[in-house]
């Protein structure tokens, strides 16, 4: 390649020289890349108006002769093309800035590339390096704000934790909503990570710094190609490959710290004291003042006699300072990558090591990272690549998701009562399970369960693949692999002897070790093929088979010697084993053909064949086909050289993709094990046969356009999309009186339609010489309106959900449906609510439907980000914001803490201030009542008193770095050398009234969930 | 040329893999078996009727509910609001009931899948086939019997205008969808008649078998001692005292009792009167939330206030302790009643300490872990003593009632007849039979109003909610299925 290039060059040289005699000025220079400075061989140097024109050398240097008064065009891929008049100059040196969307660069489609030019899909692009410094383990976290139509969340703040991916809103009800993982052509398992005791991330084995690209399929016609798996979306991830040429470094470092983003402000042990005496005697106003507070004290463990006085002297001890804490995060990061002509490599290694914001949960992992190239002949390159992780985390007492556990600190320590001292005069633990606990319902010392309990996760995984690329003629390339994804998960759950909640049994030991082979083999041929200059033929063609096995073993022992013995071995009473296997095969067939007319004209087709254990008999296979045409407007003569218009390119797509995330056996009748009794086996059927189970389908449409502006310094796309979601699979409710209580079926259907709209502009731009003044801005926004649209029979509300997971036709899936909170009756103090008549009523007895109604969803009606960057003489500044609005969640942490003395737990104390105490006053806040229900009246926080408006706008990171100059590291033999400070999660506007709105509901809402950390880093990113 | 040649032997090679694997897309589940096949073969059956007892551990069932929520719903039980369990029950709020609707039924078409396999199981003796029989009929009738009890009224007391009769009869097995029926409820008749039979049955099929059991599992004791129990709910006292004294007679299962050994039987791991006792390994272990000794105790160990482990939410109200004390010896001094040792102080682990019972206290030898008598041999003397007086055989009742009695420590009583006779029968069963499950049934059955203390309020038997609601579910899934009236 370079040795025809060279002689090109020598070609147009010599042709040049025999023009010159015509000419009157020979101009020489050199072009540099604006970005590094390094040389730009290739670059297009053509004289306007006339059809003369160079290249550069390997050195950048052109040659040229022109007329004195002459345009010179300079053009060059990825890079934005400059037009510089000549003015009788004889040297011209010229820096070429890159193209900031890379109009014309490669990316990364299903199973290939494609220039983006051309692409007629919708896909959204985010780089590498966009992401490379964020403090979040899992690239997929980072991404949150950085592309249209994606959402994300966090499940908590537990580092390395698990994270919520949706593409283009919820399009199932039953099934999975996580789009389907490739890295470097390997379909990753991304389901089985989530380790039993702690939240965990299967994405935590890529180092964000290997990352070259991600790319996130979003409409049928770019994820087609992935059949029955891509309804979810497809995260394309691409990472960094070898480049021949001398042996290049890149070292980045970070440090920082992790600390709580706020405490709650709760009750001091004198307010919880008045208001516990206040909610007793409301219940019963007859009782003597004085014999309540006996009650009051003695009920918490203090002399029922104190005194005014003695009670003004009690200490106050704040609980959440000492379990929620701040940490420190550690994150290093290698990589070295050259080669030969004939072979290249790409290594690395990282390990970082980041605390939580909560005692005693961390996070320490690492990853070895080889990639190797090698040409076997001019036809046959063999690639290998291989990646080893390990990490492990410390998770918190009550498991990954949180939940109401005594024992737990992130769920506990705002509601313990105050008085409680942490430790002992002695410096033992105050409150132990031996001395009956501390005082209050909330009865452990969770500093103690923390301390001493070990809860633990690894996971070691590997991922391998061989590729071999043929090539059979020109344009014809025949490309096998084979990929493993191997992961080992080992849970480990030690509680301690000395606390409460294994005290009564001396101790108890879980193991859960989980295996997860995940074998895949696929060949694809290509073809690429240019017929008379303006029509061009890419087509592809592949199979697929795809194994994946997952097999656990779980056990458990109780009665150790003493809390040294930390294996279960050593445990006298075994108490439970348990194994589980399970596994699905899919196999499919696909192809894609792309046609374009010189550029103008554009059209792709792609399909899948696929077929997955998991259907049901008659029901194997289904087909998933794809279609979808491009106009680029700014490729016809009107528009072309236009300096205004860069693109304006037309898209529309068209096709049908499949959800396969269900269960591995969803669609057998079964009989099943562990029914056992009296120590002997038992089994017991355990599901009805449904042979017709199939794919759910979405069809999408999408329209779109995309387009660059004024030299491309506005660009972006605007997208209209419509996705039906079909034959989506529900437990249709049986009668119990049939031994079963659901059938597997594909009956719902459900809609999502939106807006997506992306713009990148660069506002001020002086850095031609690439240390001025440059400010650019980048700003996505998605709308998503989600809507359940058919059950079965004449349902319009499926029955048996959760208030939080009703499905009802002609709203969101997952909506919300309770009683509307009325406030509080002025002259007594009690909760009110809303019956569907909009009476008022203060007992939520009867059928829920005469009450209830649907007051708001989960799934965010708006998302996005906004980011701006500042450059100036290397120094650089941005700040990334991500927003999110309409999302509806229960906040059962401050329903706890809204009780006010109901029961023997503390309360925040906006509730107390506010509540009712005066006949008359207006509030929200109920007055305090022991046990929460006045006579004949439902709980305080009932209905939607705590279901909360869960939008936000977060500054997610502000940086601000030094790029030290080329000069200065030339010296020092430096290629490139930055140093930055970051802040993540630096501020968050929402009117949450919890610790921080971003959470997954796993079962038990925000209850102990650990909530996001705020992360300030200190960086260091060095190119040797 | 050598590239397009080798290109067309991959192609060829990639069909021939795919077209070649005919089990391409094969996988069989290794932790479950396909249902159609599953019952051919005698361990196959063995393991189902296995399967079904596994049901009964429920705590929907035996676990808890039939044994706390009687109590809890009737004038036995008093919630203190540790955790807030079972003090909806207690408070008789709506919906606040049994909901052992779901387990029953499942359990009841494990029953039937097994009594639809046998005759076509191979390789098995009929001695077997009649073992594996007895034992599916005495379930089915048990689980019967516990739904009716639950949902429908008794039919000496049945409220006409509100009744909607028994509950749905299903006596064969589904294992796909095409089975399913939307049955109707069958009549209380219909449905008493249903549960006679297979007891009957059942019993046959016991002799017939040759077999004998522990208490852990069926027997013919057991389904002799149920059939007295269901005779008595449906008014059929002859019945009820011949069946009582059969399962009195065989002996085999179920000792009676001394004063002397009476505490100890309730902490040794199978009570030694159970009849019929569900028995929970390790692993079964309910646990701290909602087991009956987390449900009725603080304590771990009797007479150790020290250490706490349960929450103690449903305590003896003060109605229940003042009846064991209630008999004073001529000195004026109360009358120890032994029964009454089973009720100890518990601890302040949970708040204010509470008088509770101990009948459960991790008697399996690890906390929250405890066999659950369903019936004892106590009960058949009480049943015995009852279906006597109520046909008019005093003397054979105050026989029986003494049995109880002077066990207890109290004198035998004299010249008791009539009403008099049937209050002391029916206040000798509260106070044997207390926090087993027994004080709401034995209360609804006779039609009885359940008078609380404050705060909370009485019950009339008129009470729409002296029955459980079907779930709205199932009203939902079957068109053809009445809810109970009030709900």
Not at chain 1, 515 to 541: G, M, P, R, T, W
Not at chain 2, 244 to 257: E, I, M, N, P
């Amino acid at each position: 390649m370079m040795m025809r290039k060279n002689l090109l060059s020598l070609l147009f040289a010599v042709i040049i020289g025999m023009q010159a005699f015509a000419q009157d000025k020979t101009v020489s220079g050199k072009v540099t890349s604006a970005d590094d400075g390094t040389p730009l061989p290739g670059v297009s140097v053509s004289v306007k108006g006339t059809s003369r024109g160079t290249t550069t050398d390997a050195s950048g240097v052109y040659k040229i002769s022109v007329s004195g008064n002459a345009t010179l065009i300079f053009s060059f891929i990825g890079f934005t093309s400059q037009q510089v008049g000549v003015n009788n100059r004889t040297i011209i040196d010229l820096q070429l800035a890159s193209d900031a969307q890379e109009l014309s660069e490669a990316v990364v489609v299903g199973y290939g590339t494609q220039s983006r030019r051309t692409l007629t899909g919708s896909q959204a692009s985010v780089k590498g390096s966009e992401i490379a410094t964020m403090p979040t383990n899992s690239f997929d976290k980072a991404l949150q704000g950085r592309a249209a139509g994606v959402q994300i969340l966090g499940a908590n703040g537990t580092p390395g934790g698990a994270a919520q991916v949706r593409v283009r809103g919820v399009g199932t009800i039953k099934g999975g909503t996580d789009p389907l993982y490739v890295v470097d052509g390997v379909q990753i398992n991304s389901n089985s990570g989530s380790a039993a005791f702690t939240s965990s991330n299967p994405l935590n084995y890529l180092n964000p710094n290997d990352i070259e690209s991600i790319e996130v399929l979003k409409d049928a016609a770019s994820a087609a190609i992935y059949g029955a798996a891509a309804a979810n979306g497809v995260v394309l991830i691409t990472t960094k490959k070898g480049k021949s040429g001398a042996t290049k470094v890149s070292f980045d470092y970070f440090t920082g710290m992790v600390e709580p983003t706020q405490y709650l402000d709760v009750l001091n042990t004198q307010e919880w004291i008045a208001v516990r005496n206040e909610a007793l005697i409301n219940q019963s106003p007859t009782t003597e003042p004085g014999a309540a507070m006996r009650t009051t004290l003695g009920a918490i463990r203090l002399d029922p006699a104190l005194t005014t006085d003695q009670i003004a002297a009690l200490p106050t001890y704040d609980w959440q300072k000492e379990s929620y804490v701040s940490g420190r995060t550690n994150n290093y990061s290698i990589s070295l990558n050259g080669g030969s002509e004939k072979s290249t490599f790409y290594l690395s290694g990282s390990y970082n090591g980041t605390d939580a914001n909560v005692r005693n949960v961390d996070y320490k992992g690492g990853n070895i990272n080889a990639k190797i190239s090698n040409k076997v002949t001019s036809r046959l390159t063999v690639d290998n690549s291989i990646n080893l992780s390990s990490f492990i985390q410390r998770g918190q007492f009550g498991g990954p998701g949180g939940g109401s556990f005594l024992g737990s600190p992130t769920f506990s320590a705002p509601l313990i009562l105050p008085h409680n001292p942490f430790y002992k005069d002695d410096g033992t633990y105050y409150g132990t399970p031996a001395d009956g606990g501390i005082a209050g319902i909330l009865n452990q010392n969770v500093l103690m369960v923390s301390d001493l309990n070990k809860i633990e996760s690894r996971v070691n995984q590997a991922i391998a693949s061989t590729v071999l690329t043929y090539k059979i003629m020109k344009g014809l390339s025949f490309r096998p692999s084979a990929s493993i994804d191997y992961r080992f998960i080992k849970g480990f759950n030690f509680q301690d002897p000395r606390t409460a909640d294994a005290f009564n049994v001396r101790g108890r030991i879980q193991n859960q070790n989980t295996e997860n082979i995940n074998f895949i083999l696929n060949a694809v041929v290509n073809y690429d093929k240019q017929i008379s200059s303006v029509h061009n033929i890419s087509a592809l063609a592949g199979a697929e088979y795809r194994k994946d096995q997952s097999e656990n073993v779980q056990q458990s022992a109780e009665g150790i010697p003493t809390p040294q013995f930390t294996v279960a071995g050593a445990a006298a009473n075994p108490i439970t084993t348990f194994a589980s296997w399970s596994a699905f095969k899919k196999a499919g067939v696909f192809g894609r053909v792309s046609y374009d007319y010189a550029g103008k004209y554009l059209l792709g087709l792609t399909a899948r064949y696929d077929g997955s254990s998991r259907f049901g008999a008659n029901n194997l296979w289904g087909f998933f086909p794809g279609i979808s045409a491009g106009w680029d407007l700014s490729q016809e003569a009107f528009l072309k050289n236009n300096a205004y218009v860069n693109q304006l390119k037309l898209r529309v797509s068209y096709g049908s993709l499949g959800a396969d995330q269900i269960g591995n056996f969803d669609s057998r009748g079964l009989y099943g094990g562990g029914f056992n009794y009296g120590g002997v086996s038992g089994i017991a059927p355990t599901q009805l046969a449904n042979p017709n189970l199939r794919w759910e389908q979405n069809i999408t449409t999408n329209f779109a356009i995309d387009y660059g502006l004024f030299n491309n310094r506005v660009q972006g796309s605007l997208e209209y999309f419509i996705r039906t979601s079909k034959d989506l699979i529900l437990d249709r409710p049986v009668t119990w009186l049939s031994g079963y209580s659901t059938i597997s079926e594909n009956v719902g259907e459900l809609q999502n339609k939106g807006l997506e709209f992306d713009i990148k502009t660069v506002n001020i731009d002086k850095s031609a010489n690439n240390r001025g003044f440059k400010w650019t801005t980048s700003f996505n926004f998605t709308q998503i309106d989600n809507k359940v649209t058919k059950l079965y029979d004449t349902l319009t509300t499926l029955p048996g959900r959760a208030v939080d997971g009703w499905i009802k036709i002609g709203y969101p899936v997952n909506s919300i449906y309770t009683a509307e909170y009325a406030g509080v009756n002025p002259a007594t103090g009690r909760a009110m609510w809303y019956d569907n008549n909009g009476n008022i009523i203060y007992r939520l007895a009867g059928n829920p439907d005469s009450y209830s109604k649907i007051i708001g969803g989960q799934i965010p009606k708006y998302y996005g980000g906004l980011t701006n960057t500042f450059s100036f003489k290397g120094f650089d500044l941005e700040v990334f914001l991500n927003y999110e609005f309409g999302r509806t969640v229960f906040n059962n942490q401050s329903a706890f803490m809204a009780e006010n003395g109901g029961r023997l737990f503390n309360t925040l104390r906006s509730i107390y201030e506010n509540r009712w105490t005066t006949p008359g006053q207006i509030t929200t806040v109920p007055r305090p009542f022991n046990g929460n229900a006045e006579t004949l009246g439902s709980g305080i926080t009932a209905g939607s008193r705590f279901y909360e408006d869960a939008s936000f706008i977060r500054v997610k990171t502000l940086t601000f770095g030094y790029n030290f100059s080329r000069d200065l590291l030339k010296k020092v033999k430096i290629d490139r050398a930055r140093l930055y400070v970051q802040g993540y999660n630096l501020y968050t506007w929402s009117k949450w009234t919890g610790f921080d709105s971003e959470f997954i509901n796993l079962g038990s809402g925000n209850n102990g969930a650990i909530p996001q950390p705020r992360t300030i880093t200190f960086g260091l990113q060095l190119g040797l | 040329m050598k590239g397009k040649y080798s290109f067309k032997i991959a192609v060829l090679g990639l069909v021939l893999t795919f077209a070649s694997c005919t089990d391409l897309l094969d996988v069989e589940p290794r932790a479950s078996i396909d249902s159609v096949t599953a019952l051919t073969t005698e361990d196959a059956v063995n393991a189902a009727v296995n399967g079904i007892y596994d049901r009964l551990q429920s705590t929907n069932l035996y676990g808890r509910d039939l044994v706390a929520i009687p109590e809890a719903l009737a004038d036995n039980g008093r919630a203190t609001n540790k955790s807030g369990r079972l003090n909806p029950e207690y408070q008789n709020q709506v919906n606040a009931h049994f909901i052992h609707w779901q387990t029953s039924y499942f359990a009841i078409n494990q029953a039937n899948l097994v009594l639809d396999a046998l005759p076509k199981v191979e390789k098995m003796t009929q001695a077997n086939k009649d073992f594996v029989e007895a034992q599916a009929l005495f379930i089915r009738g048990l689980l019967y019997f516990e739904l009716m009890r639950a949902y429908a009224y008794e039919p000496s007391v049945e409220i006409k205008e509100a009744s909607k009769g028994g509950v749905p009869l299903l006596k064969s097995g589904v294992v796909d969808a095409t089975q399913i029926k939307l049955e109707s409820r069958a009549s209380i008749n219909d449905v008493y008649e249903s549960i006679y039979g297979d007891l009957t049955a059942s019993i046959a099929k016991f002799t017939s078998s040759g077999r004998t059991a522990t208490a852990s599992f069926a027997n013919k004791t057991a389904a002799q001692a149920m059939f007295s129990r269901v005779a008595l709910y449906r008014g059929d006292y002859t019945n009820a005292a011949k069946y009582a004294t059969d399962a009195l007679a065989a002996g085999s299962v179920g000792r009676f009792q001394t004063r002397d050994t009476y505490v100890s039987a309730w902490r040794a791991a199978n009570h030694p009167e159970s009849i019929f006792e569900i028995q929970y390994q390790t692993n079964e272990n309910i646990g701290v939330n909602t087991s009956l000794q987390t449900s009725y105790t603080t304590l771990v160990a009797s007479g150790n206030r020290t250490q706490t482990g349960g929450f103690g939410d449903l305590v003896p109200t003060k109605a229940l302790l003042d009846a064991y004390e209630s008999e004073k010896d001529a000195d004026g001094k109360t009358i120890v009643d032994v029964r009454r040792s089973l009720y100890e102080l518990g601890t302040t682990g949970r708040g204010t300490a509470e008088i509770e019972c101990t009948k459960f206290l991790g008697r399996s030898g690890q906390v929250n872990l405890d066999n659950i008598p369903v019936i004892r041999v106590s009960e058949m003397y009480l049943n015995r003593a009852e279906a006597l007086a109520r046909s008019g055989n005093a003397a054979g009742a105050l026989t029986d009632l003494n049995v109880i009695r002077t066990r207890a420590g109290l004198p035998a009583a004299t010249g008791l007849t009539g009403a008099a006779l049937i209050t002391e029968i029916m206040k000798q069963r509260r106070l044997e039979l207390a926090f087993e499950g027994h004080r709401f049934f034995d209360m609804k059955r006779l039609g009885m109003d359940i008078t609380k203390a404050a705060p909370v309020q009485s019950l009339a038997f008129t009470d729409f909610r002296m029955l459980a609601p079907i779930p709205i579910r199932e009203i939902q899934a079957n068109a053809n299925l009445k809810q109970n009236t009030g709900y």
